[in-house]
Nanobody, 123 residues
Framework: VQPQASGGGLVQAGGSLRLSCAAS????????MAWFRQAPGKEREFVAT????????AYVDSVKGRFTISRDNAKNTVYLKMNNLKPEDTAVYYC?????????????????WGQGTLVTVSS
């Protein structure tokens, strides 16, 4: 499994972006997917996760109501739609996957990581 994140860029505060993460392999629907982010000078933090079916999701408090994680198992892709972006959302965003438990918000819960995609929000 090799997740590949894309869709980052420069956006003004209040704007929107949609990140995508495509995962190789024929077993995408068996993977729990998540997004993490790492801001400059800070540790990587959990952003959102979605169950295998896509029915259940979880978010860090700071993005609730603004970000939406979703997935399309037919396209082997997970998305992160980010609305009302704030300068504090500036970070490298990483896609992660696991065949283990749902709902984990720590890095150690995920086995597969993609390269990051940079999101920069200007004020």
């Amino acid at each position: 499994v090799q997740p590949q994140a894309s869709g980052g860029g420069l956006v003004q505060a209040g704007g929107s972006l949609r990140l995508s993460c495509a995962a190789s392999g024929r077993t995408f629907s068996s993977l729990v997917m998540a997004w993490f982010r790492q801001a400059p000078g800070k540790e990587r933090e959990f952003v959102a996760t979605i169950t295998r079916s896509g029915v259940n999701t979880a978010y860090v408090d700071s993005v609730k109501g603004r970000f939406t994680i979703s997935r399309d198992n037919a396209k082997n892709t997970v998305y992160l739609k980010m609305n009302n972006l704030k300068p504090e959302d500036t970070a490298v965003y990483y896609c992660a996957a696991t065949r283990g438990r749902n709902g984990l918000d720590r890095e150690s819960g995920y086995d597969y990581w993609g390269q990051g995609t940079l999101v920069t929000v200007s004020s």
